[in-house]
Structures are given as C-alpha cells and as structure tokens.
C-alpha cells in the first residue's frame, strides 16, 4: 500500500510538471489495470478530478497509525486504501462515517477485513457534495445510521484537491 501511495506521489508530481499532458501517467496506469477490478478502477479514475481530496486519517487517540482515502465529490465515490485494519471478531464491522458542518456523523457503509481476500482498496458510493473529516469505527453487528462504536481513526479533508 505504501508502495501504492509513492507511485500516486510520483504521478501527482508528474502531472505537475506537465500540466498540457496531465493525464498522459494516468491513462497508462489505467490502462494496466485489471479491468475487473472495479474497486481499483474507481480509485485511478479519481486521479483525474480537480476535486479529488487526498485524507489522512490517523488513529484515535495516539494517531501513530495510518489510513488514507480520495473523496471525489465529482464522481460521488471515497476509495479507503485499507493498509493496516485487521480481522474483527464475526459479531463486530468497521464503519466509515463522514461528518459536514455540525451535523451528525453520516454513515458511508461499513466493511470486512479478511486478511487474505479483503482487497487492499475498497470503494464507497456517496452522495455528499463536500465533507469535513472522516472516521472509521467499529460497530457490533452489521453497523447502522448511528455511530455506537469506538472511533479508530479520524481525519479533516484538506481544502485542496490533489490536482
């Protein structure tokens, strides 16, 4: 995954420098992509949106561990790069919420970590426009439209697009 977030760096970078042929990177690696790998996909897509946000989320309380995702309200998806969430116990999910202004927390969609079949990269359809911060819980059971669970990681969604 670390791997992952140096060559969209490199890209970034790239594009930067030769803004007339900014998607000329793009178009290769979308190209080299499996194309039944909608998840995948989805997150090369976001690279080209003006809009696409790059959030660090850092776990809560110590923030000594990391999660990244892309919010592009454009394309209305948020692409979580799942690098170090592990298995839960069967009764329990992780859950991504998105908070706007002072409103509560909105449920994004929750998901599963299986070591070994889990992809490294999941996508989540989103009807938000904008969005301030994200976070990660862990809900019992399936999870729900209110947020019951501990926060595990958090993040603000920076002003700026990654483009």
Not at 14 to 42: I, R, Y
């Amino acid at each position: 995954m670390r791997s992952l977030l140096k060559q969209t760096d490199s890209l970034r970078q790239s594009t930067e420098t030769n803004p007339k042929n900014e998607n000329d990177s793009l178009a290769l690696v979308a190209e080299a992509a499996p194309k039944d790998d909608q998840n995948l996909n989805h997150f090369i897509a976001m690279f080209g949106e003006s809009d696409s946000r790059l959030v660090t989320l850092a776990s809560a309380p110590l923030g000594t561990t990391r999660e990244h995702l892309f919010f592009s309200p454009k394309q209305k998806r948020i692409a979580l790069l799942r690098e170090g969430l592990h298995t839960l116990e069967p009764n329990k999910t992780y859950e991504l919420w998105a908070t706007v202004g002072n409103k509560s927390p909105i449920a994004i969609g929750t998901f599963k970590v299986d070591g070994q079949k889990s992809p490294s990269i999941i996508t989540f359809p989103t009807k938000l426009r904008s969005a301030d911060s994200f976070a990660i819980s862990i809900e019992n059971g399936k999870g729900g439209n209110t947020r019951k669970g501990n926060v595990i990681f958090t993040g603000t969604v920076p002003k700026t697009g990654i483009n």
